[in-house]
């Protein structure tokens, strides 16, 4: 079956614009994320889901070879779906490209989790929201896609999705063993951004 990460992206973020392409120690974030996702053996390939307003991003992707796909700035669902549909994706990883210390580890145990018991969908719990990782089949998203009301659609766009699919369908969590939720590991502000720089550069990028 196969699966695909998707990593969603805009360059316009209202709190800290441009983040997606600022350096941390040599590359940019949304590279970070890229290479971070690739070391996972259970995903088959990575795309990097932006907006048609993020020409910066679509022109890196280009430039990098990296897969990518422009679609709806604010409707981060419709825009996960059509990239799911453009690349036939069986199973989606969602990742989000403003966590550039997200765990190749703890990503692949949510894909092995997926199906496990008729598991259809997994969940992070009691990770810092930059590991947050969500992992579901094709056919829960393009129920979202089609059933989802205005509200909820707006609940899911605010990356508030989980709530969604626990109601929906047979689930899973992979839970920290104490919860980690208060670290701050993704990034919004120029604060998060020279934090991460520091972790960075402590382990030696």
Not at 15 to 24: E, Q, T
Not at 43 to 67: F, M, R, W
Not at 106 to 131: A, D, H, M, W
Request: net charge negative; glycine share 6%; aromatic share 10%.
């Amino acid at each position: 079956m196969r699966t695909w990460a998707i990593i969603t992206s805009r360059f316009n973020s209202t709190r800290l614009p441009g983040k997606a392409l600022m350096d941390i120690c040599g590359k940019p974030m949304i590279q970070r994320v890229v290479d971070r996702v690739r070391e996972v053996e259970e995903i088959d390939d990575v795309v990097v889901a932006t907006s048609t307003n993020s020409q910066p991003i679509i022109e890196y992707c280009l430039s990098k070879g990296i897969h990518f796909y422009a679609g709806s700035e604010d409707d981060q669902l419709e825009r996960i779906y059509e990239t799911a549909v453009k690349f036939k994706a069986e199973q989606i990883v969602r990742i989000w490209g403003d966590c550039p210390l997200v765990s190749p580890e703890l990503i692949g145990e949510c894909v092995s989790r997926l199906g496990e018991n008729y598991c259809r969908f997994v969940y992070t719990v009691g990770f810092p929201k930059g590991l947050q990782v969500l992992a579901y089949k094709f056919l829960e998203l393009e129920g979202a896609q089609e059933e989802m009301t205005k509200e909820e659609r707006r609940i899911f766009n605010e990356n508030e999705e989980v709530e969604w699919f626990k109601g929906k369908y047979n689930r899973c969590s992979v839970s920290s063993t104490i919860s980690l939720s208060f670290l701050p590991c993704s990034v919004n502000t120029q604060e998060d951004m020279d934090y991460v720089r520091r972790i960075y550069e402590s382990f030696n990028k």
